[in-house]
């Protein structure tokens, strides 16, 4: 994981707006969609101050006791509007509405506390073709002075219309589908969850106010609707950061997270959390409040 050195670099002056960014992407621009390039180049915000009171709100809203050490999920919000950014540039090839977020990647190289100030970027990478349509990589990368100490990456799947040309890979099947084939985590997880959650139907608009993330169909019945959702569905994002609050006392200091966003959380509903170590390694998944069915699925290393 981590940013590329041979692109060339965008620098603002602070964070963008996603509202403003997924608005700009909404006006109807000609891209030139899976046959096309990404953009060849890192959008940077240097010296960020993080804004402790917000920190707060969001820690509360995912369930993290308040320290002074961040999350790697906190990292991912701050490091979330560039990649809106990129994604809504009229030279990004495929359009933001229609891409959906399949699988996140984190890596804590070690604690971040609320008072540093950080260096933040953010590029895409690896077009490609999937069994469904076209897959790339948001890459993300927060320093503090030089010193890499997070990084990741956010895997966006666009339905439909792979790159001419290109070829499936045979690996295409993800880790967890390998894994639960191979009778490893995370099927060695109970079916039973052991502990439930219950979302409420705001959660989607409590979410955005403290991570900034305005995708309407997290926000009402009827913009989800607009979208092709039964009702309001929580952010993926915040999935995965209780999921780690859950697992907060067990985390070192310093680990890679990955996740598999497999099936929309409705709200409101109430969902199932399970864990289990695995050696030096936790396994994870939130599930239906019955264990049926898996919304998210996860490893700590």
Known sequence: MGSEDDVDVELLGSLPGVGGEIARALVPTRRSGPDGTLPQRRVIVTDLEQDAERFAAYSR??????????????????????????????????GLAGLVHVSNEMRLHRPVAIGERLTLSSSAADL?????????DLLGEARVGDEIVWTGRSAYLARGRKPTGAEVPDDVQN?????????????????????????????????AGVSGDVNPIHLSPLTAKAFGFPRTIAHGMWVHARALAALEGRLPSAYEVSVE??????????????????????AFRVTTKDGGKVHLAGTVA
Do not use: N
């Open 128 to 136: 490609r073709a999937h069994r469904s349509g076209t897959q790339l």
């Open 61 to 94: 809203v995912c369930g993290f006791t308040l320290r002074d050490e961040v999350p790697p999920t906190w990292l991912h919000v701050l490091t979330f509007p560039l990649q809106v950014h990129l994604m809504a540039s009229p030279d990004f090839p495929l």
């Open 261 to 282: 966003f497999r099936k929309p959380v409705l709200l409101p509903s109430t969902v199932g959390f399970s864990s289990v170590r695995d050696g030096d390694d936790l």
């Open 175 to 207: 880790p967890y589908e390998k894994a639960e084939e191979s009778g490893k985590t995370p099927t060695k997880i109970g079916e039973v969850p052991s502990a439930l959650w219950r979302l409420s139907g705001g959660l989607g608009r409590e979410y």
